[in-house]
Nanobody, 121 residues
Framework: QVQLVESGGGLVQPGGSRSLSCAAS????????MAWYRQGPGKQRELVAS???????NYAVSVKGRFTISRDNAKNTVYLQMNSLKPEDTAVYYC???????????????WGKGTLVTVSS
């Protein structure tokens, strides 16, 4: 079994910055794409950013230029640096990862429980 645990959520003022992290643990043979999703109040869950194992990033248009995704493969950890935060960035941020546990089942999709980021003055 694989667990994803996010940290770093909290209250931040508009224009401020916040950094999230997500560590994968458990039975891990290989970690593929890692990503951050978010779900704002009354909204559907949406992709914020993703990053391949070779560190190639992809961003949603709404966060491009403000957010930076990175990962440490040795630690099976993905990060999200969020700058110039806006009230509309308020959401629960979820970590997602494709993981092969080496059990013969291949790549499985895992989710964290989420961390709340509130952007408000």
């Amino acid at each position: 079994q694989v667990q994803l645990v996010e940290s770093g959520g909290g209250l931040v003022q508009p224009g401020g910055s916040r950094s999230l992290s997500c560590a994968a643990s458990g039975s891990i043979y290989s970690v593929y794409v890692m990503a951050w999703y978010r779900q704002g109040p009354g909204k559907q869950r949406e992709l914020v950013a993703s990053i391949t194992a070779s560190h190639s990033p992809n961003y949603a248009v709404s966060v491009k230029g403000r957010f930076t995704i990175s990962r440490d493969n040795a630690k099976n950890t993905v990060y999200l640096q969020m700058n110039s935060l806006k009230p509309e960035d308020t959401a629960v941020y979820y970590c997602n990862a494709g993981v092969d546990s080496g059990d013969g089942l291949g790549r499985m999709d895992y989710w964290g429980k989420g961390t709340l980021v509130t952007v408000s003055s």
